[in-house]
């Protein structure tokens, strides 16, 4: 069994009725093997993370950035309580390819250049490498969505999840970590044109921003977290 599998029904539900009316934080899916260390930080737009103070992240000058995990997603117990048309797989697929994708961009037009991208096996990595690699691990669709498909609309406004960790590529040590779960703001839609996974991504976009932020500020700097998201009627 699954680690979200033994997550109760009831503590689920619960955690989500809660970011009807406050964000509350993802429960952990396991993707992460030490989540304990990770900690809330004013300083970072996430909502926990962890870095290893005694590695020197300056000499680090590329990022690899891998392909999302989205098994995580196929596991949400509210799934079998709404009729999705079309595969879920591929869109949850969809989005996760989304997400590395948009990291990656946003890397490659960092004014900064402080990281060089380089895609999944383009190269051997080496001790300036650092892997990224991040998984989606719950979303909520908005209530427009689950009005149209017939689903339980009392699960919240709409959010997205995410765990990521960074390895040096020559070790392979875990050397920093992040969560976070965002919202998406109540705006008019155009229900014809959405999907289950549509507010998706305008929040994947403001990650792919604050990991360059982040990772430009280095563990002294301070990141502010962007305004919420709307999802737009396009």
Same mark, same amino acid.
């Given at each position: 069994m699954t680690p979200r599998a033994l997550i109760p029904h009831a503590a689920l539900a619960l955690a989500l009725l809660l970011g009807a009316c406050a964000k509350a934080p993802a429960p952990d899916s396991g993707f $992460?093997?030490?989540?304990?260390? !990770?900690a809330a930080e004013e300083r970072f737009p996430f909502d926990r993370i962890w870095y290893d103070g005694e590695t020197d992240f300056?000499?680090?000058?590329?990022?690899m950035i891998l392909p999302v995990n989205t098994e995580f997603l196929m596991e949400m117990p509210w799934w079998e309580e709404v009729s999705f048309?079309?595969?879920? *797989?591929a869109g949850a697929r969809e989005l996760g390819f989304r997400l590395q994708t948009r990291v990656f961009d946003a890397f490659q037009a960092d004014p900064n250049k402080r990281f060089t991208p380089i895609a999944f096996a383009a190269k051997e990595p080496d001790e300036t490498t650092l892997v990224l690699e991040m998984a989606l691990v719950d979303l909520v669709p908005t209530r427009p969505v689950l009005s149209v498909l017939g689903g339980p609309t009392g699960l919240g406004k709409g959010s997205l999840a995410i765990e990521g960790r960074f390895r040096d590529a020559h070790t392979g040590e875990?050397? %920093? !970590?992040?969560?976070? *779960?965002?919202? %998406?703001?109540?705006? $008019?839609?155009?229900v014809k044109d959405l999907t289950w996974y549509s507010h998706g991504k305008a929040i994947i976009n403001a990650w792919a921003d604050q990991l360059v932020a982040v990772t430009n500020a280095g563990p002294e700097g301070v990141v502010e977290r962007k305004p919420r998201f709307t999802l737009k009627p396009w």
């Open positions: $992460l093997s030490d989540p304990e260390k !990770m300056q000499r680090y000058t590329e990022i048309p079309g595969d879920r *797989r875990v050397v %920093a !970590m992040f969560a976070d *779960r965002e919202e %998406a703001q109540r705006s $008019l839609v155009n």
